[in-house]
């Protein structure tokens, strides 16, 4: 017996669910991003920077917060161009990604059917 209780599972399996919910965040921050950097996308840069915000609290140890702080003050401003706020966006979630792949390697966003059922 391992002695885990039903508790320390469901802290264990909402870990695991946040860090997918965090994955599959910042995959899509960067499908967003790739369209805007091609002039393609539809969301503002204001908008951008509230979902890069979003992505960086679900991950508060990789990017300290003095520093998205100041990205957000300087993609807020009028000081600059919109192609250099969305290159800040982009590397405020490249530093995230950075992070992510130091901690954990890297690991597809969703696991084939099979590997998560001979995990279970």
Do not use: C
């Not at 320390?8 to 965090?22: D, H, V």
């Not at 992505?55 to 998205?68: E, G, I």
Request: positive net charge; without cysteine.
């Amino acid at each position: 017996m391992t002695g885990r209780t039903s508790t320390g599972r469901a802290a264990e399996t909402s870990a695991k669910e946040t860090s997918l919910k965090g994955r599959r965040e910042l995959a899509a921050l960067n499908d967003a991003l790739a369209l805007a950097e091609r002039g393609l996308g539809r969301q503002t840069v204001a908008a951008l920077m509230a979902r890069l915000l979003r992505v960086a609290a679900m991950f508060p140890r990789s990017v300290d917060d003095t520093l998205m702080w100041q990205v957000t003050d300087l993609v807020t401003g009028d000081d600059l161009s919109d192609g250099v706020k969305l290159t800040l966006i982009r590397m405020g979630w490249a530093s995230i990604v950075q992070a992510q792949y130091r901690a954990h390697g890297l690991r597809m966003v969703d696991a084939p059917k099979r590997r998560q059922a001979a995990a279970a």
